[in-house]
Nanobody, 115 residues
């Protein structure tokens, strides 16, 4: 199982970024996918998730209404569209899948929201 996240960067408050995660090594369309984020010295925090066919999404209260998760099962990718970004959204963002009670993580992509 492998995930490669991309799309992070530096953005001003109020701006937007789109993160992508390319997954491989498992039957992508069978599994829900998740996004988490983490800052140094803090625990990894749930951002949102999407079901295997993309028919349902779930979000942390802190990002609800600003972030949108989508997926393309034909391309084995999951995306996180982030709008109205705030400085507190600054973090290392990870793509995640849980298979048979084991979590698989990518290397993360850094998002920094600062003026």
């Amino acid at each position: 199982v492998q995930h490669v996240e991309s799309g992070g960067g530096l953005v001003q408050p109020g701006g937007s970024l789109r993160l992508s995660c390319a997954a491989s090594g498992f039957d992508f369309s069978r599994y829900g996918m998740n996004w988490y984020r983490q800052n140094p010295g803090k625990e990894r925090a749930f951002v949102g998730s999407i079901t295997s066919y993309g028919d349902n999404t779930y979000y942390a209260n802190s990002v609800k209404g600003r972030f949108t998760i989508s997926r393309d099962n034909a391309k084995n990718t999951v995306s996180l569209q982030m709008n109205s970004l705030k400085p507190e959204d600054t973090a290392l963002y990870y793509c995640n899948v849980r298979i048979l009670s084991r979590d698989y993580w990518g290397q993360g992509t850094q998002v920094t929201v600062s003026s």
